[in-house]
T-cell receptor, first 110, second 113 residues
Framework: KNEVEQSPQNLTAQEGEFITINCSYSVGISALHWLQQHPGGGIVSLFMLSSGKKKHGRLIATINIQEKHSSLHITASHPRDSAVYICAVRSVDSNYQLIWGAGTKLIIKP | SQTIHQWPATLVQPVGSPLSLECTVEGTSNPNLYWYRQAAGRGLQLLFYSVGIGQISSEVPQNLSASRPQDRQFILSSKKLLLSDSGFYLC????????????FGNGTRLTVT
């Protein structure tokens, strides 16, 4: 079993739908990252969380440390949100390394 | 502000030729630096990370090597490229005190022919 599991692996939705991407992990963490990779390849950091909830525009990220679970939500989804969303955690056992989820490929249809 | 420069953006090299990819970071000091590779349609594979000048940790045995000659410079090299070295190479940095988000360069798409 991978230490960081993302679901779903692929998600196709219509423009305007509310999107949820989940990330579960099995290790103790100091922080969790959500990143976005567009088809061109570049990776952009969306959020870094250690507790609670963060919001940026139409994106919301939450984390439940007790349940070892984080969610990324997109409200009023748009075709430009189509990308791969990646969850990564910093383990408390390793100061320098990140454990990566496999990514969720999101397609938003107009 | 903090920025990361990675070049070249694309590279086509013949099998057996050498490789040098460079990554430089601005606006921070003593960052943790990373080289990742991503094969087509796959996730990120950590190749090397560095927590300081001259300190390199390798994750995957292969014909690649990395060096950090200066605090904010990270170089990925190979003496002889293999076909299997083709992929998308990404440099990234993280604040040395583990604060803040992970920053990525724009990546280098390497094709070995």
């Amino acid at each position: 079993k991978n230490e960081v599991e993302q679901s779903p692996q692929n998600l196709t939705a219509q423009e305007g739908e509310f999107i949820t991407i989940n990330c579960s992990y099995s290790v103790g963490i100091s922080a969790l990252h959500w990143l976005q990779q567009h088809p061109g390849g570049g990776i952009v950091s969306l959020f870094m969380l250690s507790s609670g909830k963060k919001k940026h525009g139409r994106l919301i990220a939450t984390i439940n440390i007790q349940e070892k679970h984080s969610s990324l939500h997109i409200t009023a989804s748009h075709p430009r949100d189509s990308a791969v969303y990646i969850c990564a955690v910093r383990s408390v056992d390793s100061n320098y390394q990140l454990i990566w989820g496999a990514g969720t490929k999101l397609i938003i249809k107009p | 502000s903090q920025t990361i420069h990675q070049w070249p953006a694309t590279l086509v090299q013949p099998v057996g030729s050498p490789l040098s990819l460079e990554c430089t970071v601005e606006g921070t000091s003593n960052p943790n630096l990373y080289w990742y590779r991503q094969a087509a349609g796959r996730g990120l594979q950590l190749l090397f990370y560095s927590v300081g000048i001259g300190q390199i940790s390798s994750e995957v045995p292969q014909n690649l090597s990395a060096s950090r000659p200066q605090d904010r410079q990270f170089i990925l090299s190979s003496k002889k490229l293999l076909l299997s070295d083709s992929g998308f190479y990404l440099c990234a940095w993280l604040d040395g005190l583990q604060r803040g988000p992970l920053h990525f360069g724009n990546g280098t798409r390497l094709t070995v022919t």
